[in-house]
């Protein structure tokens, strides 16, 4: 009898663990929350990209620029906001809601480079710059004004602008003797070596270089464009520093073939003009 009763006992408690009501798994309910909460993060709109985008106009700085001083809207995506602006000593901090479109050069029909040696030249093609100054030299206030551009993630970023006088900067002497040379014609005619050294382009054949000489009415005759107010300068990693002997002044046209330039060198402490070169197409 007690061996009966002890299998009707087992009997009724494996009925109760395990009938017909079916098992319920204790981690169901937590499964099911995390995967809800991953379905909602993997919906979730992706986040607005906020580095810009490098264009192919990045590859060369030069491309860049012109589309930056052209195009407003590039110009603003291009320049870190707030933009730190130093006056002299003073730093400010320019928000993007008071920044005024800057055209640069753009509104000129020319603009000009400053190089110390030759070969400095090929500088203006490399494409694996990362840091470039855009410059300005004004020639009868002495100040000196430069934007400074770092290429981030290939996209070319403005991320400063400095004004300074420019006896703070390394052309000085050159830029007072340019300053002299292109206002006083007395003073110029003392400072150009005679004969000057002439290259173009063959008027016969415009495939050849013409290497000749000027002498003083000539070069008076050719009257090549030489800016008067303002210097402005792409500085690509060039010295331009006072110590150099040489000098070359670089004047590029805008969009009319324009291409000057003239080579300066200073002996026995006084700066002349003694090569000019003029390749305009």
């Known amino acids: 009898m007690k061996h009966l009763f002890r299998v009707l006992c087992i009997g009724l408690l ?4 395990g009938g017909g009501a079916p098992k319920s798994d204790p981690f169901a309910a937590l499964t099911e929350q995390v995967d809800s909460a991953t379905l909602k993060v993997d919906t ?11 264009t192919e106009a990045d590859e060369l700085f030069d491309d860049f620029i012109f589309n930056y001083a052209s195009d407003d809207e590039l110009q603003r995506r291009r320049t870190v906001f707030p933009l730190p602006y130093y006056n002299m000593e003073t730093p400010y901090k320019i928000e993007e809601k008071y ?3 800057d055209y640069l ?21 490399d ?22 551009f770092e290429r981030i993630k290939g996209a070319w970023m403005l ?5 300074r006088h420019m006896e703070e900067e390394a052309d000085e002497d050159f830029v007072e003797f340019y300053t002299h040379f292109v206002t006083d014609s007395l003073y110029q005619a003392r400072h150009i070596h005679t004969p000057l050294q002439f290259i173009t382009i063959d008027p016969d054949d415009e495939f050849s270089i013409l290497e000749t000489t000027l002498d003083l009415n000539q070069w008076y005759a050719f009257s090549p464009m030489l800016p008067e107010n303002r210097l402005s300068n ?3 990693g060039q010295e331009n520093t006072d110590r150099s002997d040489t000098k070359i002044l670089k ?7 324009y291409s000057n330039l003239f080579y300066f060198r200073k002996r026995a402490g006084e700066w002349e003009l003694y090569k000019y070169e003029d390749t305009s197409m």
């Open 44 to 54: 979730l709109p992706a986040p607005v990209q906020s580095e810009p985008k490098p």
């Open 127 to 148: 494409t694996a710059l990362t840091s470039v100054q855009v410059e300005w030299f004004f020639l009868r206030t002495r100040m000196v004004k430069k934007y400074y």
């Open 234 to 236: 792409i500085n690509y």
């Open 159 to 163: 991320e400063a602008i400095n004004l």
């Open 14 to 17: 494996l009925a109760a663990c």
């Open 105 to 125: 050069f753009t509104r000129d029909n020319y603009y000009t480079l400053l190089f110390d040696h030759e070969e400095e030249l090929d500088m203006v093609g």
């Open 99 to 101: 920044w005024k479109h």
């Open 251 to 257: 004047v590029n046209g805008i969009g009319n073939g």
